[in-house]
């Protein structure tokens, strides 16, 4: 039929006819739907992850922190990061914090660059936890600000460990003294931590009355500038030295300051940190710490002289059911615990248990951990956890 004038029917032949589609954009064309459907369903995945990520912490019991991370271009402060990252601590904002030496630095976390900070912009940005490792001045001075502005810390010098108002805690023993009141909390000395992780169950089991604890210490307890100068030593070059007298190829019978009574401070660490911790004053610790040249881990040959007597089986077989300990007790196969397999490792590990023959009811032992994890980082990210879980932040 012929088209006519205000027809309301347009002629088939008189339509514009298609673009033409080049071949190869005819194929993009195809996947079209296919590409709308795959960016469609990633952002409802996106969307989910983001919805269960804010879910986790009331499933769990926990909740997202903006975490400082005071003396954090240190030796402790390093694993800091490290025990942090791995035990995937729910962190918001990160601070690390370290002295106006380091203020700009760049430090690496889960892949992410964080420039460090100083201890004033990081109280201005009130954490709701701040993990302290940068000497007992830094501690005494900052801890208090941040405790005054409700942030909880927990700190690993020696500055509030033996202040009665300040809880000293190690989780696996005495987590459960921790209230929200406790806005500065002690973490013990390194080598109290791994002392007392395997005396507590003996204590509890057998009652101790004297213990005498001899250290074989790494040099990582002194920090950066001790590793350094073994480094240096071993290297055959000069540098600054840690300790007055060479560590490499030697022993030092000298961890800390030396006190009025002939002790060091690390040693009457020993002595009274165990009593605090486990609420009992009833038994004596005397102690010896000698600085030697490894860099892994803390050792210590412990004396123990109970009230009851014990059997060495039970005895191993109490060690080897203790949450944080690991039995390494069969000497027919060299098999001890050393620092350089307890190294990076968060355990405590224990062996060469044996029966004083020269005394009744009395047990020799190795004690072997890594100082800077169980030592320091690991216990203290521990009590952060259990205050998170608890609700006590
Ligand atoms: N090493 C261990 O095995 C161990 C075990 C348990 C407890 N601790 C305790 O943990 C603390 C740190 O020990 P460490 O071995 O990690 O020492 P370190 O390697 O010498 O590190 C010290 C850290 O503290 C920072 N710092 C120093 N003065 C500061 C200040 N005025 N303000 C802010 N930050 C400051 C340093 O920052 P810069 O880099 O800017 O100087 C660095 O980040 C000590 O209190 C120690 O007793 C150590």
Known sequence: MPAMAGNRYTPIATLTPPARVPPNRRVFLHFVPFITFCYIFAN??????????????LTQNFSFMKVAIVGATGMVGEVMLKVLAEREFPISEL??????????KRITYRGREYQVIGLEAAVAAK????????????????????????????????????????????????????????????????????????LAPLHQKYTMRRVVVSTYQSVSGTG???????????????????YPYPINRNALPHCDVFLENGYTKEEMKLAREPQKILADHSFAITATAVRIPTSGGHSEAVNVQFEKDFDLEEVRSL???????????????NTYPMPLHAHDKDEVFVGRIRRDESQPNTLNLWIVADNLRKGAATNAVQIAEYLNQQGLL
């Open 44 to 57: 409802l995945a996106k969307n989910a992850c983001r919805v269960l990520h804010l879910a986790l912490p």
């Open 95 to 104: 601070l690390p914090v370290a002295s106006e030496r380091s203020v700009g």
């Open 127 to 198: 954490p709701d936890l701040a993990i302290f490792s940068a000497g007992g001045d830094t501690s005494l001075e900052w801890a208090p600000k941040f405790a005054a502005i409700g942030t909880t810390v927990v700190d690993n010098s020696s500055a509030w460990r033996m202040d009665p108002d300040k809880k000293l805690v190690v989780p696996e023993i005495n987590a459960h003294v921790l209230t929200k009141k406790d806005k500065i909390i002690a973490n013990p000395n390194c080598s109290t931590i791994q002392l007392v992780m395997v």
């Open 224 to 242: 950066v500038k001790a590793v350094r100068q073994l480094e240096n030593e071993m290297a055959g070059v000069q540098g600054e030295m840690a």
């Open 319 to 333: 060690l080897d059911n203790t949450p944080g300990v690991v039995l390494q007790d069969h000497p027919g196969s």
